[in-house]
């Protein structure tokens, strides 16, 4: 034998998968324990005596859904599944009886353990194939979790466990779903027959699915429905289900702005238009509001913007509500629901990586309830060339997410999947999939001809009568209704539109902003205009931030640190107490804590923010013994706001889209995602293309999130030391003209001094209105002496400075020479200065760039009366970096106040097709030529 195996026991222990949290940390929720009790004795003994039964139950259980009949076209890949032949198994005697207890559920897990239920083969044949080969079919067996394929076959086996469709009212109630969804798009055909409307036609069942998963949400207790979904059905949806004014939505289609003209903004089309009604459902206490998300073109985008907005929205409740253990848990109240597409929902990264959020502490939201209205299609592409794998839901399986497929043909068992997967999430509050079935009658949109590409799948879809038209016929069948109430169900919506389309021309819209949360808040538009409200008081008095930091660094008694970060610790504590010093992280603690002071809460989302890529922040402490985890800033500071320090997974696009989500949500939260390093923002482009930078002319909404973008060329290469900021001057809308454009959609800035990164951080929550902040964040000033700052610049009366002029110069007019610059570069310079004797040269630190700050550059190329060269100096490559955007502003600037003749000259990298290099001795020979360069003479 060899060494050691025989001392490799295996012991399993039973681990939650979360960290501990010493203090209960802000943010960290215990999840609901549930459990499902286990085989009884006599059943596992029974277990094994029908051992060949209970294989054949399981595959039932494990390969029904292979055999189930869910398409309505019969298009997807069906199989004779041998596993389910039961004489595989020995079984071949359909009047042989067998004791089922334990193998098949007749009643519910646990009740009478011991009494044996005897049944026929061929009942047991019959009732497992009604329930696992019908019009759903189900995949759960691929659960780890015990509990969850017991409740699950116990559920679904033992008959009525769910209601579903009973009364007439219910069919009756479907049927109006139906009929009318089918008789707007009809309307919107006749009479807007050049508009996509991405007809739900073919796929009419969704329409009654929502309206299910409403009724049991609101039932349960759900108070709110945070909605992401694409084009699919989507006017069908708002204007049937969410309560969307039809005439608002003919108003906009006949040319006008859904919101109105004088706000001056850019709007967006028929397709992204959203709606928050409240839902009162009969018999239910309380009513449910639904909140339909704003959404832009970029497929599947918005669900991780959902997710973040639903668990933010959570925590708000979490923090008024009880705060009793056991009183209320992520999900009670709010639910996210994401439509899909199939071919998006299989396609797009950011459902692996929104999946791969669900279950972590930070950023649960209690189980999503994911709807796909699979119409076997994306655009032209069918699914056998969309897909790798059978379904289109296979992805959920990363996170072992149960799946249900239904057949669209049959809107009753579409109310009963949708009825179970909410079960399922309410129980587990984890995520579920509904694999919705259908068809699309026309093509991607209806100016599209589908029989270019795929024209047998539609010689098929053509010879189908519509799924309304089936369901109408089948309720008039059974007698549940007349032709005559089905026509006037058609009939009545029909002119109701007809009603609504007379009405659209004395349509006034609406701005849908600045309510509840947001109710106090100001419309950037006009509230920017004063310079108190767009650049507040942020100073912040001494004592108070001395509380602030010597809580930041608070190590409980029974706490053992790790003996590197006591040094950390001390030198804060020294920093503070002698008001001088004090570095980045330390601004950014007091910025933290001093808001907390103030009622906001903040929550700093990314790679390993706890610790700081660069271990600059420990603002969470690990126990060195036990692993637990505290942060200072909650368990020592006295404060009614929290921080979540949000540590991700290794993704951007989903965790900034979640971010973004959470900046949606509240105003009185300072909401923060980090890149590791700089460039990383570029997994998330989508976010920031079509949210960040756009959503508050698109859609009116505001937001406050805040990105730290470590950025600046220290030798590490091409990827790691560029946050591109060319790329946010390109967004942002800054006038190109020397006026100064207060309103920008965003606010880029490349902060040298911890003071003003500070003033930032705080002025991000201390102005009336919400703008994002993009910050060119730093690594090597994290701990350069030169960049420290006193606590006399962060106290009352201080503010950010746009412009930073130089602190050296003692008489003005002896500087012949002004060098601009944003960011680090600075403290080489002042070396490079000192080292030449350079007093001629003055530094002026431009440290906002997007708004440029044309006055106060204005006033400082105005102060140095003798100044006749100006320069820009950047080491970011010449077609990188702020140049670009700079160049024509500052030229103008400079010309203005000193003549048409002056010119500006760059100085720095030449154009390069990357950031930097990665042969170290180029960087440093590059470097040097860049600080010599705004020395040499022009
Ligand atoms: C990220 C992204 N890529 C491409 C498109 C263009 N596009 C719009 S709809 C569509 C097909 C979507 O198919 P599916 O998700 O199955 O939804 P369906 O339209 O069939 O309901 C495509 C490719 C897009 N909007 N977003």
């Known amino acids: 034998m060899r060494a050691g195996i025989r001392s490799a026991r295996c012991v399993y222990r039973r681990s939650s998968g979360t960290r501990n949290y010493h203090d209960h940390s802000y943010g960290f929720r215990h999840s609901r324990q549930v459990d499902q009790p286990d085989y009884s004795a006599t059943q596992l003994a029974n277990r094994t005596a029908n051992a060949p039964l209970l294989r054949y139950v399981d595959s039932l259980r494990t390969h029904g859904h292979r055999a189930a009949r869910i398409d309505p076209l019969d298009i997807l890949q069906r199989e004779e599944v041998a596993a389910l032949d039961p004489s595989r198994y020995g079984l071949v005697d359909g009047h042989q009886k067998y004791d089922v207890n334990g193998i098949l559920w007749t009643k519910p897990v646990g009740v009478n353990p011991e009494a044996p239920v005897e049944w026929a083969l061929a009942d047991i044949v019959s009732h497992l194939r009604s329930v696992y080969v019908g019009r759903i079919a189900y995949e759960y067996m691929h659960s780890p979790s015990k509990t969850e394929r017991l409740w699950f076959s116990n559920m679904l086996e033992s008959a009525d466990a769910v209601s579903g469709v009973k009364t007439a009212e219910g069919r009756e109630r479907i049927h109006r779903l139906l009929a009318e969804s089918e008789t707007f798009d009809q309307f919107m055909q006749t009479k807007f027959p050049n508009v996509k409307r991405y007809a739900l036609e073919g796929g009419e069942s969704m329409i009654p699915a929502m309206d299910a998963l409403f009724r049991v949400a609101s039932q349960a207790g759900v108070e709110h429905i945070i909605l992401g979904m694409a084009h699919r059905g989507r006017l069908n949806l708002l204007t049937g289900l969410l309560e969307y004014p039809a005439r608002a939505l003919f108003d906009k289609l006949k040319g006008n702005s859904e919101v109105p003209e004088e706000l001056g903004v850019s709007a967006d089309i028929i397709n992204h238009l959203y709606a928050s009604p409240t839902l009162q459902y009969e018999g239910h206490a309380r009513p449910i509001k639904v909140s339909m998300l704003p959404n832009p073109s970029h497929l599947e985008a918005i669900n991780a913007v959902a997710l973040g907005k639903t668990r933010a929205k959570q925590f708000a409740l979490l923090k008024t509500l009880s705060q009793e253990p056991g009183d209320c848990f992520p999900g009670d109240k709010v639910m996210c629901l994401q439509l899909h597409g199939d071919a998006s929902f299989t396609g797009q990264g950011i459902i692996m990586e929104g999946l791969g959020l669900s279950n972590l502490p930070h950023y649960t939201v209690g189980g999503s309830i994911h709807l796909v209205v699979n119409n076997s299609i994306g655009y032209t592409t069918p699914g056998s060339n969309a897909r790798s794998s059978l379904y289109c839901s296979d992805i959920g399986k990363m996170i072992n997410a149960p799946v249900l497929h239904v057949n669209g043909d049959h809107p009753e068992d579409v109310a009963r999947a949708v009825e179970i997967a909410f079960k399922y999430r309410n129980h587990f509050r984890k995520d579920i999939i509904i694999d919705l ?34 369901y109408e016929n089948q309720l008039i069948e059974d007698k549940t209704i007349t032709a005559s109430t089905a026509s006037s169900v058609r009939e009545a919506y029909k002119t109701l539109l007809t009603n609504e389309l007379a009405a659209a021309d004395g349509y006034t819209p609406r701005a849908p902003m600045l309510q509840g949360q947001w109710s106090g808040l100001a419309w950037p538009k006009d509230s920017v205009k004063e310079e108190k409200s767009r650049n507040p008081d942020t100073g912040v008095e001494n004592a108070k931030l001395v509380e602030v930091g010597k809580a930041s660094v608070t190590v409980p008694e029974s706490f053992e640190i790790h003996p590197r970060l006591s040094r950390h610790v001390g030198n804060r504590l020294k920093a503070l107490e002698a008001g001088q010093k004090l570095d980045w992280a330390t601004a950014e603690a007091l910025a933290f804590g001093s808001l907390m002071q103030d009622g906001y809460d903040v929550r700093i989302s990314g790679q390993d923010v706890g610790r700081g890529t660069f271990s600059q922040r420990h603002a969470m402490l690990v126990d060195q013994k036990s692993e637990t985890v505290t942060v200072p800033l909650n368990a020592a500071l006295k404060s009614e706001g ?24 509240r105003p009185n939260i300072l909401p923060i995602w980090e890149a590791q390093f700089g460039d990383f923002f570029n997994g998330a482009q989508i976010i920031i293309d079509t949210f960040i930078s756009s959503s508050e002319t698109k859609w009116l909404k505001q937001s406050g999130l805040v990105l730290l973008l470590p950025h600046g060329l220290d030798g590490a290469g091409a990827e790691h030391s560029s946050s591109r900021l060319e790329r946010w001057l ?67 009366g201080t503010t950010f400075s746009p412009v930073l002029d130089d602190p050296h110069v003692s008489n003005k007019a002896s500087a012949t020479r002004l060098v601009f610059l944003s960011g680090k570069l600075y403290y080489d310079l002042v070396k490079e200065r000192t080292a030449r004797s350079a007093s001629s040269v003055a530094l002026i630190r431009v440290e906002e760039l997007s708004p440029f700050p044309v006055s106060a550059l204005r006033s400082i190329v105005q102060s140095y009366e003798n100044a006749t060269e100006f320069v820009w100096v950047q080491e970011e490559p010449k077609n990188q970096g702020a140049w670009s955007h700079v160049q024509d502003r500052l030229r103008t600037l400079v010309k203005e106040v000193k003549g048409d003749e002056k010119e500006l000259v760059f100085r720095g990298r030449k154009e390069d097709a990357v950031p930097a290099p990665g042969v170290s001795k180029h960087y440093q020979a590059q470097q040097k030529a860049v600080i010599a360069g705004a020395f040499e003479e022009l």
């Open 730 to 796: 390109q967004l942002s809308n800054d006038a190109q003209s020397v006026e100064e454009n207060v309103n920008v959609n965003m606010h880029v800035v490349f902060p040298t001094t911890p003071a003003q990164y500070f003033h930032l951080l705080r002025r991000q929550m201390k102005r009336p209105f919400r703008k994002p902040l993009i910050v060119a964040a730093p690594k090597a000033l994290l701990r350069l002496p030169a960049a420290t700052s006193s606590l006399a610049e962060m106290a009352p």
């Open 437 to 470: 079935i259908v068809y699309r009658r026309w093509g991607h949109n209806e100016l599209d001809e589908p029989a270019f590409t795929q024209p047998l799948m539609y010689e098929k879809i053509r010879a189908r009568r519509s799924v309304p038209a089936l």
């Open 642 to 665: 929290r921080i979540e320090l949000a540590n991700s997974s290794l993704s951007e696009y989903a965790v900034l889209g979640f971010e973004y989500g959470v900046s949606w949500e």
